[in-house]
């Protein structure tokens, strides 16, 4: 699909404006510190802005550089993202501060590809980290971007495939600036749904999210929170019996759940007792 020069033209006067009256202002959008803006990042994936505004300053705070979390405990950087949810991101933050340091004398890189190689980064995560911290001109899409160009582009098409929207995304990209270029195109995104049903739904890529309530995540959330709570103290392994108390789910579920997490290293095991590092 062609778009011709003047409608995209009209398109990026439209998101310039909008952000100029309408621009959000958030902590990660105040610094250039490539750890800070990396933190929010992971932080928000998957995750509503107004939770990650809530753990963004403590998180930061505890732990102020890649070289700080990277000599964290886990169980010290789990505690502080409860509330988060999806657990293996705060390891997955931890792992990279843990690369960053060890083989990049502690300066996160600013190249997509090298940066998709770091645990938890994806290519949207990579072009956002590219953009946010280094304002480098990075192709990449995420679910406020794609809503954007859906209800502009897309209006009335199903299965819309990403390939079809990234052409579109560079071509509209504003190269000198294109961190303040993102940053409205994320703000109008948010606008839109708003005013609009979901273009997202219109998403080859969609995916509605699964519930939480009952189910294998929420367990598996509950027995880090337990385990959060007794990291550190000398006595820190639970048993399944003990996790099944704390967590009020049945001891079947939290003992798949727990073995399952010790799988993925995100808590260490002994004698069919668990606990966080």
């Known amino acids: 699909m062609v778009f011709g020069v003047d409608r995209v033209s009209r398109f990026k006067t439209l998101i310039r404006t909008h952000y100029r009256r309408f621009g959000r202002s958030f902590p990660w959008r105040e610094t250039r510190d490539p750890y800070g803006i990396c933190v929010s990042e992971i932080m928000l994936q998957q995750t509503q802005t107004e939770r990650v505004l809530k753990k963004y300053p403590p998180f930061i705070a505890a732990f102020p550089s890649f070289e700080s979390l990277a000599a964290a405990r886990l169980g010290d950087v789990l505690a502080l993202w409860q509330g988060l ?88 990209l504003d190269k000198k600036n294109p961190r303040t270029w993102y940053y ?66 049945g001891y079947g579920r939290v003992k798949k759940a727990a073995e399952a997490l010790a799988a993925e290293d995100m808590v260490a095991e002994k004698e069919e007792r668990y606990g966080i590092s």
């Open 85 to 172: 949810g999806y657990n293996r991101r705060a390891k997955a933050l931890r792992e990279i501060a843990v690369a960053v340091c060890a083989d990049f004398g502690g300066v996160l890189p600013g190249a997509p590809d090298i940066l998709r190689g770091f645990p938890g980064i994806g290519p949207a995560t990579a072009g956002s980290l590219a953009a946010f911290a280094y304002n480098k001109p990075s192709v990449f899409i995420e679910t406020n971007i794609r809503r954007v160009f859906l209800h502009f582009f897309f209006e009335g098409r199903e299965n819309v495939h990403d390939r079809e929207i990234l052409p579109l995304v560079e071509a509209s």
């Open 184 to 249: 409205g195109l994320m703000d109008y995104g948010v606008y839109l749904k708003t005013l609009y049903p979901n273009a997202n739904k219109r998403s080859a890529h969609y995916a509605p999210q699964s519930r939480f309530e009952n189910s294998n995540r929420q367990v598996r959330g509950a027995i880090i929170k337990a385990l959060t709570q007794t990291s550190g103290k000398k006595d820190r392994y639970l048993s399944l019996e003990e996790l099944t108390r704390k967590t009020g789910f």
